[in-house]
């Protein structure tokens, strides 16, 4: 028998306690919680859920992180919930991004132009990447 992590307290001390919606319940004896086993379906990897608060931390909107990584931005929304994620506040500083490939990336980095007056991070995507680039707000 596999043994079941209780969510709330993660002991590995549950009995069964009943069927709900076709899935075995579970209640903790430690903490008497109830619970079902994790749900059958799609699970997002960690690599993406690690890039997307990456990318709240950095700046970019939930909706921006769900257009750059097919994931829902509600989910984004959870995962910072979940970890207590807090983006600063950009007051004098703005993140703007660009996704590039190799050779697009390699040529930025060449023009020492580029690299002036900002702050950069890159990270990758796949087989592209992302650069995040924080420019200072200029008075005019």
Known sequence: MEQVVCPKCETKDATKSGIVGGRQRYK???CGYHFSVAK???EINSYYVIKALQLYVEGISYREIERLLG???VSVMNWVKKYGMKAP???EYHPTYKILNQKELAEYFQNPENLKDAGLMVTELG???MMIRWERFRQG
Request: glycine share 6%; hydrophobic share 15%.
């Open 28 to 30: 903790c004896k430690n």
């Open 40 to 42: 059958v379906g799609k």
């Open 71 to 73: 994931v829902s931005h």
């Open 89 to 91: 506040r950009q007051t």
């Open 127 to 129: 087989d592209k990447y």
